[in-house]
């Protein structure tokens, strides 16, 4: 079996912990090598979820803790010599997510700490990539093996938000927001920096938390959606391929997944071996995306791309009944282009707006959604948004 283009998946319908121990174990099981071969006997493991700001395990932002524990468990068993669990979340710290999330009992009971990435080192891209170094969390530079636990959701700028994207978390806290602005608008180049720092930390292996994802107003104020299963590979494009075969989505319509495509990765389906449960009652139809068109408009407009900046985009747009006027979007925006007058809600410039929904996914009120321009509505209603 080549572990590399193989996924793994195991209906999960609830968080019952057993039964999500048996589900990764069997799971890890069915690898060549199991546990052993993904962590070596007194590796240092950093262990990455999805912590992406403070909020109840119920609200689906970060990956379960019975996921969590049973991938702890997992490591320590194949004798992992030190293991941390580590993030930058974009509101709020590490800690305080795994407070709110209920990880943080299981890391004091494992007496695993819990880090919030503050320094960055330099690591080498390897050869042949665009990006020829990395500023990452020294804690991701300096560990023997990563391992990636992804939250399916959703995610107004890159679609969803699986296991290339969760790497992003490696990088230490406002340098996000300067990476955001370097790219600009050219999602497909924000895409590509995803997946080839993904590829660089290379971790031993993603599990992506499906149980219960998130849909609509994602990556952080969406609801949750029972999606029921876990999933894992050693490859994170083809777990991504699948997660989106899935919800119905094509790779053409994930930027990293299309981007992935275009460096000759693996996102056919065909091309992916699925071994574990079968598919068929694993499949969502009606998953609500958190804007209903790519924020670039589609392909056939693109040549005229102020058409498609004015009228056929996904905008961020506040909703003035739930502002607080808490200023968390204002630090956030890496294109400086949002402002709190005296009164009333927080305004944005849409002129120099990148589009990046850094203020939607972190605003902690849930008050700003993507919102589909006219032109997106029309193109909807004639079938033509590919
Ligand atoms: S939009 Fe959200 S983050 Fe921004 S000021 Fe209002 S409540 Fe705060
Ligand atoms: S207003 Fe929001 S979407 Fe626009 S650049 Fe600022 S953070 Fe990004």
């Not at 170094?133 to 399916?152: H, L, S, T, Y």
């Not at 321009?373 to 004639?382: E, I, K, Q, S």
Request: contains cysteine.
């Amino acid at each position: 079996m080549n572990a590399g283009k193989t996924v793994c998946i195991k209906q999960v319908p609830e968080y019952d912990y057993p039964r999500v121990k048996q589900a990764l174990d069997d799971m890890i099981g069915a690898m060549p090598g199991g546990w052993q071969a993904i962590v070596p006997r007194g590796a240092r493991v950093l262990i990455k979820p999805n912590f992406l700001k403070p909020a109840p395990a119920e609200a689906a932002v970060s990956p379960h803790p019975a996921v969590m524990r049973a991938v702890i468990e997992g490591c320590m068993a194949a004798g992992a010599g030190h293991v941390v669990i580590g993030d930058s979340p974009g509101y709020g710290t590490a800690q305080r997510v795994a407070e709110a999330c209920g990880v943080m009992q299981v890391a004091r009971e494992f007496g695993i700490e819990v880090v919030n990435f503050s320094q960055s080192v330099t690591i080498d891209a390897p050869a042949g990539f665009i990006h020829r170094r990395f500023e990452v969390a020294r804690e991701a530079a300096e560990a023997d093996v990563i391992i990636n636990v992804p939250k399916f959701k959703t995610h107004a700028m890159m679609v969803l938000t699986l296991a290339v994207k969760n790497l992003y978390g490696v990088i230490v806290g406002r340098q996000k927001a300067r990476r955001h602005f370097q790219s600009g608008r050219d999602y497909q180049h924000f895409a590509r920096f995803l997946l080839e720092l993904a590829y660089t930390l290379k971790p031993a292996i993603s599990i992506l938390d499906a149980v219960v994802g998130m849909e609509g107003n994602g990556p952080s104020s969406g609801t949750p959606r029972p999606l029921g299963y876990l999933a894992a590979s050693r490859d994170m494009v083809c777990l991504d391929a699948l997660a989106a075969h899935l919800a119905g989505f094509s790779p053409q319509q994930v930027y990293t997944l299309a981007e992935a495509g275009r460096m000759g990765l693996t996102v056919d389906m065909e091309e992916i071996t699925c071994i574990g449960d079968p598919l068929d009652g694993l499949r969502t139809r009606d998953l609500k995306p958190a804007g209903q068109m790519s924020v670039e408009g589609p392909a056939f407009l693109r040549p005229v791309s102020w058409l498609v900046n004015r009228f056929v985009t996904t905008r961020p747009k506040v909703d003035a009944r739930l502002c607080c006027r808490c200023g968390i979007c204002l630090e956030a925006c890496p294109a400086r282009c949002m402002s709190l007058a005296d009164k009333g809600p927080v305004a944005i410039n849409t002129k120099a707006c990148i589009r990046c929904f850094c203020c939607q996914e972190l605003c902690p009120e849930g008050a700003i959604c993507a919102h589909d321009a006219f032109g997106v509505h029309l193109l909807r209603r004639f079938g033509m948004e590919g």
